[in-house]
């Protein structure tokens, strides 16, 4: 594998459901992000993690749970979702002095029913 | 609040025929300004980083500028293999990304 890898690729769940989502990157970055990007609006930054360090938390319901037992692997475990939930859930990496230089995987297309 | 604001939305050109996209930004103590491309069904894809007011880069029929307000993309001879949403970024003093909407290029044959 090489690059930045998500799965699953594609998730539906019911509001009442507890599923995960699981990123991987093979670059040797230190910095994880977690995107979420809905139709008609801007990617939106959820979490940043450093040296498995969470750094950032961008104001996300708490439905929402970030997990980063090591700088390769990123998760994010969801629980209780609404309808609203429903986008492309994007996960990235980046040297930690390079942020803007990131890396993105494809992408998880969540569905909440 | 840092701002990122791309214009047009979408844009239609015929193959060859060269334009611009624009990118305008409101981004406290900017760290560098930052241009994407996403194509359908998957992430974004870096293209360039610029840090100052003049700079520019440069990458086949692409160049990326940068004054003190907005960033252009200029694509010059177009080919149907640049369609995609073009996407810019600012990023502020904490390193922290700040997205525009995007730009969806359509280059017809």
């Known amino acids: 594998e090489t690059g930045v890898t998500q799965t699953p690729r594609h998730l539906v769940m019911g509001m009442t459901n507890k599923k995960s989502l699981k990123c991987e990157q093979h670059?040797?970055?230190?910095?994880m992000y977690w995107y979420k990007q809905s139709a008609k609006k801007p990617l939106e930054l959820m979490f940043v993690?450093?040296?498995?360090?969470?750094?950032e938390n961008n104001s996300v319901p708490s439905r929402f749970s970030p997990e980063c037992p090591n700088s390769s692997h990123l998760f994010l475990h969801l629980h209780t979702l609404q309808p609203e939930d429903s986008a492309l859930y994007l996960c990235?990496?980046?040297?930690?002095?390079?942020?803007?230089?990131?890396?993105f995987g494809p992408g998880t297309r969540l569905t909440v029913t | 609040e840092d701002q990122v604001t791309q214009s047009p939305e979408a844009l239609r050109l015929q193959e060859g025929e060269s334009s611009s996209l624009n990118c305008s930004y409101t981004?406290?103590?900017?760290?560098?300004l930052f241009w994407y491309r996403q194509d359908p069904g998957k992430g974004p894809e870096f293209l360039f980083t610029?840090?100052?007011a003049g700079e520019e880069k440069e990458k086949e029929r692409l160049k990326a500028t940068l004054t003190k307000k907005e960033s252009f993309l200029h694509i010059t001879a177009p080919k149907p293999e640049d369609s995609a949403t073009y996407l810019c970024?600012?990023?502020?003093?904490?390193?922290?990304?700040?997205f525009g909407g995007g730009t969806r290029l359509m280059v017809k044959p």
């Open positions: 990235a990496s980046s040297h930690s002095g390079a942020a803007g230089e990131q890396y």
């Open positions: 670059l040797g970055h230190n910095a």
């Open positions: 993690y450093n040296f498995k360090e969470q750094t």
């Open positions: 981004v406290s103590g900017l760290r560098g």
């Open positions: 610029l840090y100052s």
């Open positions: 970024a600012g990023g502020n003093a904490g390193n922290m990304l700040t």
